[in-house]
């Protein structure tokens, strides 16, 4: 029996997953015939709202993404039909997860090309808002940019930054990247500011927020910025970083050796969420930056 991984300190309660079967990597079978009828509606009214939203505030890769995937939006996805996919397009597969994982084996799955998917979905109570990972999250989230190269060797690269950052004291400023791209991160485009980030395109309400609302700061992507920037878990964000492209993060977290970064940060400090700093590039409105 595997033990749980230790909640992050953020979180305050219990983690819901069932860990008692996983495998010594955390993975456990999908058994995908014990989805109740009650399971794939919560799916299908997920899906249905959020692919909706998405035509609006996704980055068209994200939807080229969700395209080549071919999902019913009847019934939550088989994991081997996503992976027969995946597969082509980027060499990635999915494995199936309890819930989150602790980040040494995290970090290993996506150096291997495997992201982790949580097995189970929320219920009716919690459409809105969820803090853990559930399935919606991470297939959702998560799997359509899995099927841009670009994007899909970036994610490899942070699972193999992993060990790396913590020889030298730092997952705490490698996370911020992950936090700051991966799941909350904003792209420039033809049509003004889009989303691309999962924890974003999951949520309903911040999928709106991030790009309409005149709450947030929006500041033009910087990796050491970002790796000295705090974050929130529990509300919508009060900053975003705005890329450039999919090349932009790629090289960024490729090219850069980050252990000089680690070695001058990693025990100051962090930057606030709400702070601004004067070299920051700031987007006044997201819907008038081209
Ligand atoms: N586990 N299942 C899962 N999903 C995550 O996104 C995740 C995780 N474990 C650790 C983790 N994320 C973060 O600590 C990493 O970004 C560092
Ligand atoms: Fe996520």
Redesign the pocket.
Known sequence: MMRP?QA?SQHQQQLRGNYAQAADDYTVPQDWQHYSADEHDIWRLLFERQLQLAHTYATPEFIAGMDKLGLSTQQIPKFDDTNKILRRLTGWKIVA?P?????DH??AHLAQRQF?V?VWIRGRNELEYLVE?DLFH?FFGHVPMLTHPVFARFMQAYGTAGPKAKALGA?HM??RL?WYTVEFGLIRTSHGLKAYGAGILSSPGETVYSIDSLLPHRIAFDLTRVLRTEYLIDDYQQLYFVLDSFEQLFHAGYDTDFAPLYQQYAQSPGIAPHQLLPEDHEFVDARLTL
Not at 99 to 103: F, M, Q, R, V
């Open positions: 991984p992050p997860v819930g989150l994982i602790p980040e995290f970090f982790p949580s990972p991470d997952v490698l996370a992950y």
